[in-house]
């Protein structure tokens, strides 16, 4: 209940922002969506009110680029974090919409998001340029945990 208290956003349809400022008035949420904290609850496997966690992970695909990634605040910033497409083909997985799942997998595999070695940076810039941070486990774990779930979807 508290999360719902601070966190969803009626004006958004019911999504949670992730982001709020405490005011006199009760909270001020962020003006972007912050992605990635959209899909960590599903990720986790959190339990919201009224499937929040869900309805936050079908909220995201609206926020894909037209090149396939998923900014982490697309209202501010269009570069993302090096677990945010594994943790949107997790929660397409989870969804079970297998069209997105296999348009992120291939994102993901096609793409310069793995480097030559298989490893995930830190953050990447616009147009999927790494930081320099290569060798990341959470990223790459997270990542690579999303494949390997996507892949066993697949083959059931």
Same mark, same amino acid.
């Given at each position: 209940d508290k999360i #719902?208290?601070?966190f969803c956003d009626a004006a958004r349809g019911g999504v949670h922002a992730w982001a709020a400022?405490?005011?006199? #008035?009760?909270?001020?949420?962020? =003006?972007?969506? /912050?992605?990635n904290y959209m899909l960590f609850p599903l990720w986790i496997g959190a339990v919201l009110n009224e499937n929040g966690a869900q309805r936050d992970a079908d909220a995201v695909k609206a926020f894909v680029r037209a090149d396939g990634f998923l900014p982490n605040c697309p209202q501010a910033m269009q570069g993302f974090c090096g677990h945010?497409?594994?943790?949107? /083909? #997790? =929660?397409?997985?989870?969804?079970? #919409?297998?069209a997105q =799942?296999?348009?992120? =997998?291939r994102q993901i595999l096609d793409s310069p998001l793995l480097s030559m070695y298989g490893t995930v940076s830190e953050?990447?810039?616009?147009?999927?340029?790494p930081n320099g941070h290569m060798c990341r486990g959470f990223e790459g774990g997270i990542t690579g945990q999303a494949l390997i779930s996507y892949f066993s979807a697949c083959t059931e």
């Open positions: #719902d208290a601070v400022v405490p005011t006199q #008035d009760g909270f001020r949420h962020h =003006a972007g969506q /912050l992605t945010t497409m594994g943790m949107y /083909l #997790d =929660a397409m997985v989870k969804r079970s #919409d297998f =799942a296999h348009k992120a =997998a953050f990447y810039g616009p147009s999927c340029t």
